[in-house]
């Protein structure tokens, strides 16, 4: 049968069957150091008689991690009751089985059942405080310009999908895209001059414009943010007017449509054109800058 083994990271975590594991758990609590495969994650989840709804998109964010090696020993442990219950993990056993990966965690056995109320009782690290811990500036503005740059990549256009991107996924994003702390900086700086369009919403676009053009990026988002010097009919005064107006009017503007404006504006200057109005048709998807 095997045992709990030395908290050496040195040491390899064995695997066990859900037979070996279940013997263990009527001993009392002990920790155990195991690579959980896909079959003894599909067998715990047999096991899962009471637990927290399933969160398919939570799931699919895990998978995508586990699969593409993003998932450390972080010390976060699946925990069983003394009974074979599965008390907590069953997303990220799912997640397991889904990716097909064997991934190495900590298992706490022999818990009393009604301990399950007192788990996940604490608020979770979000990808802003992530950030913060690293060191980034403007981290919450950063961390919610990445979000919808990763939508963005994933062609979500309308920003309506129940699937995230993990923090692993947001970092890598960084990482690939180092620009957009410039973008996050740019959005704080403009928001504070012109308070009506989000910081996230502004970096988001200042990142896809800025991709065709910084030149014309920089004075764009200079003029959105003074307005100086705009004659009647352009672009960026018009979007200046309809946001001013629309937040008087209903208090809140829809994210997407945010962008759209933003974007409504860009290809306006970009093509020369003037622009007395704007209009965005609901659920239409964001535009493409051009």
């Known amino acids: 049968m095997a045992t709990a083994v030395a908290l050496d990271r040195a040491l390899l975590a064995p695997e066990m069957t859900i037979d070996e594991l279940n013997q263990l758990t009527a001993k009392g609590p002990d920790a155990l150091r195991v690579t959980i495969t896909p079959a003894l994650a599909k067998a715990l989840r047999r096991q899962n008689r009471k637990n927290r709804n399933r969160r398919p998109a939570t799931v699919d964010a895990y998978a ?70 690293d060191g980034e500036e403007n981290s919450s503005t950063l961390a919610a310009i ?44 403009t928001r504070q001059a012109f308070p009506h369009i989000p910081q996230s919403a502004l970096g988001t676009a200042h990142w896809l414009f800025n991709a065709i053009d910084p030149d014309e990026t920089a004075w764009f988002f200079q003029r959105i943010a003074d307005g100086a010097e705009l004659p009647s009919g352009h672009p960026i005064l018009a979007l200046r007017n309809r946001v001013t107006s629309e937040r008087a009017k209903e208090g809140r503007i829809p994210w997407d449509r945010q962008l759209a404006y933003l974007v409504l504006a860009w290809n306006a200057v970009r093509d020369g054109r003037s622009l007395s109005r704007m209009v965005i048709k609901a659920g239409a998807p964001v535009p493409n800058p051009r």
């Open 146 to 189: 990445l979000r919808r740059n990763w939508a963005w990549k994933e062609g979500d256009r309308k920003f309506a999908r129940r699937s995230s991107a993990t923090t692993s996924e947001l970092e890598a994003l960084l990482k690939e895209h180092p620009e957009v702390r410039r973008s996050a900086e740019i959005a704080e700086r």
């Open 64 to 133: 995508r991690d586990i699969a593409n090696g993003r998932w450390p020993l972080n010390g976060e442990t699946v925990k069983v009751a003394t009974n074979g219950d599965l008390l907590d993990g069953q997303h990220r056993l799912e997640a397991i089985e889904k990716a097909d990966v064997a991934v190495e965690s900590f298992i706490i056995v022999g818990l009393e059942p009604e301990t399950q109320s007192t788990m996940d009782s604490g608020r979770r690290r979000t990808t802003a405080d992530a950030l913060s811990l």
